[in-house]
């Protein structure tokens, strides 16, 4: 994704991977090899390889998902003809313009309009928004309120087609 000024603003899910492959391939060999200084760098290394292997399961799962809304933008932008001109109209018009439904994006916002972090849901049909956003202002925006003394009525989900 690029903002207005030209900037690449998403996350490179490939070259991430492959960073964290290399990594996990090089403590595989440490461990394969056994060269380790003492008790506790061999346990330092496994935990690590475990981490790792862990943000590699997790890592997979967003570029999955983030290959699926390509996926479906493309398909609808070359369903809707020209692709230069589908994609200008919904670059313009946003997801109205393309012949499939939309999905949302929603996210609670503090009191500043600053997005509340880890409140993102992604990928919703129009028939689970209702219940997310019920749930952002039951359990998130109270949670949020009280840690930073804010009113939850403050608080409000913005809610974004794509």
Request: cysteine-free; charged content about 20%.
């Amino acid at each position: 994704m690029l903002d207005t000024l030209g900037l690449h603003t998403t996350r490179d899910y490939q070259t991430e991977l492959h960073t964290l492959q290399t990594q996990i391939n090089a403590l595989t060999g440490k461990i394969t090899i056994g060269n380790f200084h003492n008790h506790e760098d061999q346990h330092n290394t496994h935990s690590r390889l475990h981490n790792l292997q862990t943000q590699e399961k997790t890592l997979r799962r967003e570029a999955a998902m983030e290959n699926q809304r390509i996926n479906r933008l493309v398909t609808a932008v070359r369903t809707a003809g020209d692709p230069d001109l589908g994609f200008i109209a919904y670059v313009v018009f946003g997801p109205a313009a393309l012949p499939v439904a939309p999905l949302y994006e929603i996210r609670l916002l503090d009191e500043y309009g600053y997005t509340v972090g880890g409140t993102i849901r992604t990928n919703l049909p129009a028939s689970r928004v209702e219940k997310a956003k019920r749930e952002l202002l039951t359990v998130d925006a109270p949670r949020h309120a009280g840690l930073w003394g804010a009113h939850v009525s403050a608080y409000r989900v913005q809610v974004t087609p794509f």
